[in-house]
């Protein structure tokens, strides 16, 4: 059978290739790390740097089609891998991701809002940025943030020069706060052959900056729903995207207001493995592979939360709860922050 390469071997990586397995493909993970989460579900793994020319050459001779489960793979491997195999999501979507700034300013040229933000390459930009925006805002470091790490709030001006200090050494981007009511997600699809599926919006809440919860059905007018849908599918097609695609928005009194994306699959779409016939999984590797996209109706209300750090201790009172699917990620350690696993709590589908 065909080999589905997969670069990163975290908790996306080990679900990815489950559904992989099941549609009867191999999975071969890249992973710099040791005792990936993923490496006991895969076929093979490569550990190996990503600066490694020799182990990326293999690799992406071993396998038929290259996705990955993470944005910040370095330039150099994806040049050198997409002349073996071709590397899907493609390599727009990652150059735009990559960079909160960079983002924003393709969100903005496609026409959709955002929060406002300015560059910061130094302190006289923040102050200058501080008195455009305002407070309260974010300082966010551009690259390498998740889980809402390389990020300072700032309440008041007076708080600027900390935040500054707090992350100097990373270029850095200011977003004016966002007053949102709630926070929403929609986990969208895009075939080869350019045909867009998106999931039901669902309903996200975080805390600390990492998400804890999603609800579905989302508290969404219809107008809102369809206007959820209509801009996932304007930056797939913008981008010519092959494969599941996160978009993160605020919902506000102006409308929907994007906060980023992630071209992967996303924790905010793990209801979809309960709450549908064919989940994000699936629908990512179908669409890699070249497969029609799934039927991803939700079937079923979810509320899937998030198993972070100590919250593992719960798992037997979860194993014994009905309506409860585990999903547990095999991480060796348990540490504060570190997602472990999550439970989705199913019930019918309260309507279409
Ligand atoms: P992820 O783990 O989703 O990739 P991240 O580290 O990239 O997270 P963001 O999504 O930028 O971080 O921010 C994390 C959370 O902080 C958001 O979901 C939201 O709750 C809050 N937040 C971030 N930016 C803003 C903003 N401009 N206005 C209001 N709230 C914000
Ligand atoms: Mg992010
Ligand atoms: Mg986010």
Known sequence: GSTIG???????GRMLSVAAARLGYRSHIFEPGANPPAGDVAHAVTTAAYDDAKALRAFAEAVDVITYEFENIPTGALDLLQEVKPIRPGREALRISQDRLTEKDFLRDLGL?????????DAAALTAAMEEIGAPAILKTRRFGYDG????RIASVSEAAAAFEELSGSALILEGFVDFSTEVSVIAA???DGSVACFDPGENVHREGILRTTTVPARLSAAQRTDAVLLAARILNALDYVGVLGVELFVTPQGLVVNEIAPRVHNSGHWTQNGCAVDQFEQH???VAGWPLGDGQRHSDVRMENLIGDDLDGVPELAATTHAALHLYGKAEVKAGRKMGHVN????ATKA
């Open 113 to 121: 809002a955002t929060a406002p933000y300015a560059d910061v390459p």
């Open 6 to 12: 997969i670069i990163g071997g975290g908790q996306l």
């Open 190 to 192: 895009r075939g080869l």
């Open 345 to 348: 709590h199913v019930l019918p």
């Open 285 to 287: 590797i179908r669409a």
């Open 149 to 152: 790490k390389g990020q300072a």
